[in-house]
């Protein structure tokens, strides 16, 4: 079985930072391209970054310039660092990763964390 936890969430003010941090674990040939997504009250889920195994990211609008999406593959974590935090990144923000697990064969799947909650809030 393959697993994403997510840790790093919490209340900070407005300008403030954190930084989320996304763990994978279980029988884990290799991880391919790794993301975060977030989901606010009453929105759709929404790509905040992605970073390919190369290490190539791409951000959302919002994201760029103040979100900074890395990897380290040997503790199979990916983390996002976010700074000048503002109200509306409140939200839920899950990790995503394609994981090719062992008896899988040539088969990557993607996965999902349970989330991890970000409240921007004087």
């Known amino acids: 079985q393959v697993q994403l936890v997510e840790s790093g969430g919490g209340l900070v003010q407005p300008g403030g930072s954190l930084r989320l941090s996304c763990e994978a674990s279980?029988?884990?040939?290799?991880?391919?391209?790794m993301g975060w997504y977030r989901q606010a009250p009453g929105k759709e889920r929404e790509l905040v970054a992605i970073?390919?195994?190369?290490?190539?990211?791409n951000y959302a609008d919002a994201a760029k310039g103040r979100f900074t999406i890395s990897r380290d593959d040997a503790k199979k974590m990916v983390y996002l660092q976010m700074n000048s935090l503002q109200s509306g990144d409140t939200a839920v923000y899950y990790c995503k990763a394609s994981i090719l697990r062992a008896g899988d064969g040539t088969w990557e799947r993607d996965y999902w964390g349970q989330g991890t909650q970000v409240t921007v809030s004087s």
């Open positions: 279980g029988s884990i040939i290799w991880i391919n391209g």
């Open positions: 970073i390919t195994r190369a290490g190539s990211t």
